[in-house]
């Protein structure tokens, strides 16, 4: 291009780079975000592995090396499965585990059986209500996560909205005690991950062709049967999009189970958050964390696979 | 689609928008309470607010250190996000593009303890390795929100990028431009309204997380969710229904601007559409 070349003859180092990018740029915009990914993202992972199979140690950082230089110049490579056998064996981690995939499982059906017809309703909307229905969705999401779960807990608390006006109603004289126990993680996971299971609902539905249920209906069918026999199946991407973005991310749950479970409801990221920052055990922490993560590699690499093929169906 | 919406499905929207929104409007409510116990009222009062903004240094100390990362996070994750979407979308077959479609989404569900805790010890080790980064604080902290950012918007700039397809970028290639000037010319042009809902979405995802920030930052680098989170965790307090009434606020006017940007554009790309069918007829 004529406009890069100016008035000097010789072209200045600028000029060169901007040259060389011009001939490059389909390598370099590979390589940027390829080599951040590697970098900050996959290469994480291969160290917890590696801190996963060490032990602990009294030195800086907290666990023993697994390749060293021993005194007589030998390499000694050093792999211990103890951590594993620990948490393994210790029902304290295995229970916490499940219980943690009780709560995320059940979280995700209360999730899609509330954002379902939730979902559908603005999809159903007139031209007018549905994008301000939309925005009034989207817009708790954008909302800090934090401040969500802190508002319930105002409402949850011995002293909280809901046990005062109870009391005033004259409903009971005690308050309930609904701070601090698994109904408040449930509330808070349903309350805080919904807009993760509406916002994919809602895109697979739009594009829904509203002309096959006017056929069902035409050839006799029943609203019912027709949401079954019709609706359902083709909203299956979204169903299966929406589930493991609830799914996923719940069974790892470090601040809910903090800030409304206290220390009532044992979550595995809670445990996890824990054994890192008070008991400073790095090989444990990393043992649970490579653990959890081979219990939800199934459910992100199907999450994959389905970003994949609605990127190129789209 | 549009349809009849049947009384089912209009309690059930009912349902959902109160369920969202009462807890919220109660938090903001309370924030007007002159009594330091949250939920007994006492009257109106404006005390908490000016408590906040005359006595509370370390609030604003965490507000520009949140601000500061959020908006370095949003441009840099735009950036790469940005060229991530096109390398999906516009570059056909490559070698590694499983592995890299893989590692683009997966930061959308990974658990935060897991990222988190993974990015530490990456810090850890590098700091072994090569002394870098001295101290953990402002830029460990803006690498990992720009490592789970660049997703999402990867994942917005993608769905524009099969939105508008290639048949402005293939007019403009016929014509004789160079597939670096189709890329600035046309394609970038183009994606101006998802770069920045993208942008935007970059930027309230960092000043909301509160695992990931917790796991890299150091001694003395408090993000605002990080002095929230260690406040609220003794209770409530009614300097933060203050602080999160400000918040809601805030975020509320930013949504609605990129809602209104974005419904214009979809008018106008209707109206577009529109034209070129006219023509063609």
Known sequence: MSDTIGDTT????????????????????????????????????????????????IASPPFTKMIEWTDGGILTIRIVFDNFIYILEDSLYVNTYINSLKISVTCTILCLLLGYPIAYGIVRSGPV?????????????????????????????DQGTINN???????????????YTVFAVYLGIVYTYMPFMI??????????????????????????????????????????????????????????????GGGNVQMIGRVLFNEFSRNTDWPVAAAVAIVLLFLLVLPIILFQYYQGKASEAS | MYGKRSRFLTIMLS?????????????????????????????????WYEKLLFDSPDVWAAVSLSLKIAFVNATFATLLGTLAALVMVRFGRFKGRTLFGGML????????VITGLSLLVLFISLKEAIGWPAERGFTTITIAHITFSMAYVAVTVQARLTGVGQTLEEAAA?????????????????LTPALISGWLLAFTLSLDDL??????????????PILIFSRIRLGLRPDINALATIIILFVAICVAIAAILMFRQHRRDLRDQQLAAGEDA
Do not use: C, H
């Open chain 1, 129 to 157: 209500a549905k994008p301000l229905l939309l925005f009034a969705i989207i817009l708790p999401f954008w909302t800090s996560f934090l401040l969500r779960v802190y508002a319930w807990m105002g409402l949850l608390a």
């Open chain 1, 10 to 57: 010789a072209p200045s180092a600028l000029q060169r780079l901007g040259r060389w990018a011009q001939s490059r740029w389909r390598t370099i915009i590979v390589v940027i975000p390829f080599a951040w990914l590697l970098l900050f993202f996959l290469a994480p992972f291969f160290i917890v592995a590696k801190i996963s199979v060490a032990e602990l140690a």
């Open chain 2, 174 to 190: 016929d014509l004789g431009a160079k597939p670096f000037k189709v890329l600035t010319a046309i394609t970038i042009p183009q």
């Open chain 1, 199 to 260: 916002l994919p609902l809602y895109a697979n539905m739009e594009k829904l062709d509203g002309s096959l249920n006017e056929a069902a209906a035409d050839l006799g069918s029943r609203p019912t049967n027709t949401f079954f026999k019709v609706t359902l199946p083709l909203t299956m991407p979204g169903i299966i999009a929406g589930s493991l973005l609830v799914f996923i991310p719940a069974t790892g749950e470090y601040v809910i189970p903090d800030l409304l």
């Open chain 2, 105 to 112: 989404v997966a930061p959308l569900v990974m658990p935060e």
């Open chain 2, 15 to 47: 349902i959902g928008l109160a369920f969202f929104y009462i807890p919220m409007i109660l938090l903001v409510i309370y924030s007007f309470n002159y009594s330091k116990l949250v939920p007994v009222w006492s009257g109106w009062s404006i005390r």
């Open chain 1, 165 to 179: 006006l109870l009391i005033a109603m004259g409903v009971i004289d005690e308050p309930i005690r609904m701070l």
């Open chain 2, 211 to 224: 695992v990931i920030a917790s796991f890299v930052t150091g001694p003395g680098a408090n993000t605002l």
